[in-house]
């Protein structure tokens, strides 16, 4: 699905890298399914009084109920869809906050629910996949969206960088 180039390779210092990581300043799109953005907060380093985030990339619905059962469901701090063109209403990829996750499994498979922060479900399966019969369903993640949000960061000064006019 994430196709990754040796040319957009990003070299990290030494230090900075984990044992065995990469890193890539470019992916590429191979397969036009629906992919998730999963935050995850993580400890504290040290009582330094802030929790940084890890977000993973993942390609698979039933990759992404797997990651959600190995973590702390409370550390979640953000979950997105992204929705390809053949499934979104506008005909471009778009992304959708999901504020439930839901699975059912049985003996044929696994089927993940979302549900946006509206309450609408997300049909994310791949078209090939048959949902297994109606079963009843895990309820893996559920986010507070009445949690305040972030701001985004302004400028002490107030001032901005202003264009100038050039003379043709």
Known sequence: MFLSLPQYEFP???????PGGKHWRVVEMT???????LTVERPDPGDLGWKPTHTLCIAWDTDLADAIKAVNAASVRGLVAMIPAWASPTGQWCSREINEVWLRSDESGKVVTLRDVAGKTLDVAVPMQTPPPDREAELLLRLNTRAPRLRPRVSVTGRGRRRVARAE
């Open 12 to 18: 990290m210092p030494e230090g900075l890298n984990v």
């Open 31 to 37: 397969l036009h399914s629906p992919w998730f953005l």
